[in-house]
C-alpha cells in the first residue's frame, strides 16, 4: 500500500502515515526499512495491519525523493531548474509533429490521427506551452502536442 508520512517524533521513534485511502496508520521506525530517509510529509509504500490500538504499518520504506524529472524525453535535474512558464502560442492549424526528431506521447499521436476538420490555409489555433529556464541558461519549450502541461507543472511544484 503507499502512503504519506504525515508526522514525525524522531525523538520517540514512532510517527503516523495517511494511506491511499485517507486513513492514519501508526508505524515504528523499527519496521522501517530504510530509517535514515524518514521525514514529514516522504512518500512510503508499506504493508498493512492493525494491532490492539488500531491501524498500524510494517514493512515500511521510505521512497527516496527523485533529483531528476523527465518530460518528453529530457532528463531535467530539479534544482537545475531557475524557471518556469505556462503560455499559449497561435500556430497554424495544420502544423504538423516533425515525426523524425519528435518523440511521440500520446498526446502527439492522438492529434495525429484525429479526423482532419477541414481546415483553411492561414488559419491558426492556440497552443498551450511550458517554457522551462535553467541556471545554465538553457530554456526547453514543450508543447501541449507533446506533453500533459498541467500534470507536469504539479510535478515541478512537488
Keep these: 500500500m503507499?502512503?504519506?508520512?504525515?508526522?514525525?517524533?524522531?525523538?520517540?521513534?514512532?510517527?503516523?502515515?495517511?494511506?491511499?485511502?485517507?486513513d492514519n496508520r501508526y508505524f515504528h521506525v523499527i519496521k522501517v526499512a530504510n530509517p535514515d530517509l524518514i521525514k514529514k510529509d516522504a512518500a512510503v509504500t508499506f504493508e498493512?495491519?492493525?494491532n490492539n490500538k488500531g491501524l498500524s504499518a510494517y514493512a515500511v520504506k521510505v521512497l527516496p525523493e527523485s533529483k531528476y524529472?523527465?518530460?518528453?524525453g529530457e532528463r531535467i535535474k530539479l534544482t537545475a531548474i531557475k524557471s518556469y512558464l505556462v503560455y499559449r502560442e497561435e500556430v497554424p492549424a495544420d502544423t504538423r509533429i516533425d515525426k523524425e526528431n519528435?518523440?511521440?506521447?500520446?498526446?502527439a499521436l492522438m492529434s495525429s490521427i484525429r479526423p482532419k476538420s477541414g481546415t483553411q490555409p492561414g488559419e491558426m489555433r492556440s497552443v498551450k506551452k511550458l517554457a522551462i529556464t535553467t541556471f545554465?541558461?538553457?530554456?526547453?519549450?514543450?508543447?501541449?502536442?507533446e506533453i500533459d502541461v498541467d500534470a507536469t507543472v504539479k510535478m515541478l511544484k512537488v
Design 2 to 22: 503507499n502512503g504519506k508520512i504525515t508526522s514525525w517524533f524522531k525523538d520517540k521513534g514512532f510517527g503516523f502515515i495517511k494511506d491511499e485511502n485517507g
Design 69 to 72: 524529472i523527465y518530460i518528453a
Design 102 to 107: 519528435a518523440i511521440l506521447s500520446v498526446g
Design 48 to 50: 498493512p495491519t492493525t
Design 136 to 145: 545554465q541558461g538553457t530554456t526547453l519549450i514543450f508543447s501541449e502536442d
